[in-house]
């Protein structure tokens, strides 16, 4: 069982940065692939980015490529997204999530545990 949370979120301005973080509890986080997704009001919730259980691979979605940064600390048990470059359309509850295979890091449902999520509001 791993239990996730989220910290980090807030609000800021257009162009401005925030670094979102996620803790996770247990002794075997760096046995999890890790991802980030975010949900827009009125939106289902998307893939954002992801890493493996070294680090060594990350993935990205498309909108966010060069912006956003996924890494991860397996000695503090802590996975993080820093974002750049922030637009209003990043504007979501942004969750954490664990899972154990590193096969579809993409797909929603393939993540075995979630985080409760934290906000972040981008004004213009």
């Known amino acids: 069982q791993v239990q996730l949370v989220e910290s980090g979120g807030g609000l800021v301005q257009a162009g401005g940065s925030l670094r979102l973080s996620c803790a996770a509890s247990?002794?075997?986080?760096?046995?999890?692939?890790m991802g980030w997704f975010r949900q827009a009001p009125r939106k289902e919730r998307e893939f954002v980015a992801a890493?493996?259980?070294?680090?060594?691979?990350?993935y990205y979605a498309d909108s966010v490529k060069g912006r956003f940064t996924i890494s991860r600390d397996n000695a503090k048990n802590t996975v993080y997204l820093q974002m750049n470059s922030l637009k209003p359309e990043d504007t979501a509850v942004y969750y954490c999530a664990a899972k154990r295979t590193i096969v579809a890091v993409t797909t929603e449902r393939t993540y075995d545990y979630w985080g409760q999520g934290t906000q972040v509001t981008v004004s213009s």
């Open positions: 247990g002794r075997t986080f760096s046995s999890y692939v």
């Open positions: 890493i493996s259980w070294s680090g060594d691979s990350t």
